[in-house]
C-alpha cells in the first residue's frame, strides 16, 4: 500500500502549495471583506470578481486546472492519493477550490455530467462548468423529511406528456445562491411504490426553469457564507422534457452513491488543511502572547495539546488517504467504488471530528480574538462543524463501517 504522492502528483502538490500560500490566501481576507460591497450579499463586487478571475487565469496558466478528474479521460495524471495531498493545500485556503475548479459542489455535478450525462448535458452543462464560466448545485436535503436516510426523499417528479413536472422544496442547496449557478442537479422520486433503492432519480434543472423559486438563504451559525450561499428552496409545477432525466428512472441511488463518493473524502482532504491552519495559528499565538509571566504556550497544559494535535491530524491524514487508496484499487479493479465504502466513511467520521477538535484548541488560545472576525477560526469552526452532517451525518457512516466490520451472517 502506497500512500506517497507520484512523481508527477507531488509536483502538481508543490506547485498548488506555492500558489496557495504565496497567492490566495493572503487574498482570502479581502475577498469576504467585499461582500455586500455591490449593494447585494448575492452578487459579487467588481473587486471579488478580480480577484477570483486573476487567480483563476493563473492556476489555468500554470496547468493548476480540473485537478480532481482522478479516473476521468484526459484527466491530470494523478490518483485519489495524489489528489488527497493536493486537496490538503488547498483547504488551507477558502478561495482556493475555486481557483483551481476543484470546489464543490461543482467537482462532484461535474463528475455526474461527465459519466452519466448526455452528449447535450455535457455541451451545455459540463464544458462551462469545466471551464469555470457558470456553476451549480445539488438538490437532494429536504426541510420535512429525515434525509439522512435518503429513501426518504420525498420531492415529486411526476411524467407529464413528454416531460417531467416537479413539486417540493429542498434546502442546503450549497452554492445555489451564486449569481453563477446556471443549474441544478435534483433527487426526486418517480415510482414511490418501487423497490427502495428504485423509487428515486435524478432530473437536470435550468435554474431560470419557471417555477424554481428561492425562499432564503440558510446561515451556518449565524454566517449566509454569501455570495455562494446555502439556499431553500421551492419548486411549484416545474417542467423540464423527458431528455433532462439522468441514466432514466429508478437510477438515482445509483448516481448518487458515484458522486458522493468522492466527494466526502475531498471534505475530508480539505479539512485536513484547515486543521494545520488552525494548529499554526495556535503554534504563533501561544509564542507571541505571555500571561503569568510566561508564553502561553508553556501554561496549563497548552504544550500537551499542541502535541495532541499533531497525533491527531497525522492519524486523520492517514485514514483519508487510506480511504483514497482504496478508492484507487475499487477503481482499478472494477471501475466502481462500492468496496472502499467503510474506508471513506471512517475517514468521513474522524476527520472532521479531529479538525474541529484541533480548532477549538486554536480558538481557545486566541481567546477573544478566535470566536470575532479578526481571526479565520470562527468561519473555520462553523465549516467543520457542518461536515459532521454534510453528506451523511457520523451515525450514518458509523453504520457503514460496522456492516463491514460485523457482517449479517
Known amino acids: 500500500m502506497n500512500l506517497g504522492p507520484s512523481e508527477r502528483g507531488a509536483a502538481i ?13 493572503p487574498l482570502d481576507a479581502e475577498f469576504h471583506r467585499e461582500t455586500g460591497a455591490a449593494g447585494d450579499r448575492w452578487k459579487h463586487s467588481h473587486r471579488q470578481t ?39 493545500e488547498m483547504g488551507r485556503s477558502w478561495l482556493a477550490p475555486e481557483v483551481f475548479n ?28 469545466m471551464e469555470g464560466r457558470i456553476r451549480s448545485a445539488y438538490l437532494m436535503t429536504e426541510p420535512d423529511v429525515a434525509s439522512s436516510d435518503a429513501t426518504n426523499i420525498a420531492m415529486r ?40 433503492h428504485g423509487r428515486h432519480s435524478m432530473v437536470v434543472v435550468p435554474r431560470e426553469t419557471p417555477g424554481v423559486e428561492i425562499l432564503r438563504g440558510l446561515t451556518v451559525f449565524g454566517d449566509d457564507e454569501a ?26 441511488f445509483e448516481i448518487a452513491q458515484g ?35 510566561s508564553d502561553l504556550l508553556s501554561l496549563g497544559g497548552n ?7 499533531r497525533i491527531q491530524i497525522d492519524a486523520a491524514r492517514l485514514s483519508t488517504l487510506r480511504a483514497a487508496w482504496e478508492m484507487d484499487e475499487a477503481e482499478r479493479r472494477t471501475g466502481a467504488m462500492k468496496a472502499a465504502a467503510p474506508y471513506i466513511s471512517a475517514a468521513k467520521v474522524l476527520v472532521p471530528r479531529v479538525a474541529l477538535e484541533v480548532c477549538d484548541m486554536a480558538i481557545q488560545l486566541h481567546g477573544g480574538a ?12 462553523g465549516h467543520l462543524r457542518t461536515l459532521r452532517l454534510v453528506d451523511g451525518p457520523d451515525a450514518v457512516h458509523q453504520r457503514t463501517v460496522f456492516r463491514a466490520e460485523v457482517p449479517r451472517g
Open 102 to 129: 476543484c470546489n464543490a459542489p461543482d467537482t462532484g455535478n461535474m463528475e455526474v455530467f461527465a459519466r452519466y450525462g448526455t452528449e447535450e448535458m455535457q455541451e451545455r452543462w459540463l464544458g462551462p462548468l
Open 157 to 196: 417528479c411526476e411524467p407529464d406528456g413528454d416531460g417531467w413536472v416537479l413539486n417540493g422544496e429542498k434546502w442546503w442547496s450549497t452554492g445555489a445562491g451564486d449569481p453563477r449557478c446556471a443549474v441544478h442537479i435534483v433527487m426526486c422520486v418517480t415510482d414511490p411504490d418501487g423497490p427502495r
Open 227 to 252: 455570495p455562494h450561499g446555502h439556499m431553500h428552496i421551492r419548486y411549484t409545477d416545474v417542467r423540464v422534457p423527458g431528455e433532462a432525466m439522468l441514466l432514466g428512472p429508478g437510477r438515482g
Open 303 to 309: 504544550a500537551e495539546r499542541i502535541a495532541e494535535a
Open 50 to 88: 478580480e480577484i477570483l478571475e486573476s487567480l483563476k487565469a493563473e492556476a489555468r496558466e500554470l496547468g493548476l486546472w480540473n485537478l480532481w478528474r482522478t479516473h476521468l479521460p484526459g484527466g491530470p495524471g494523478i490518483n485519489t492519493v495524489d489528489y488527497g495531498l493536493i486537496a490538503e
Open 259 to 293: 458522486r458522493l463518493g468522492p466527494g466526502r473524502i475531498h471534505h475530508c482532504m480539505r479539512a485536513i488543511g484547515m486543521a494545520e491552519k488552525a494548529l499554526a495559528l495556535a503554534v504563533a499565538r501561544g509564542r507571541e502572547r505571555r500571561a503569568f509571566g
Open 13 to 25: 502538490r508543490d506547485a498548488v502549495r506555492r500558489m496557495v500560500r504565496e497567492r490566495i490566501a
Open 370 to 381: 478566535g470566536v470575532c472576525q479578526d481571526t479565520e477560526l470562527a468561519r473555520l469552526w
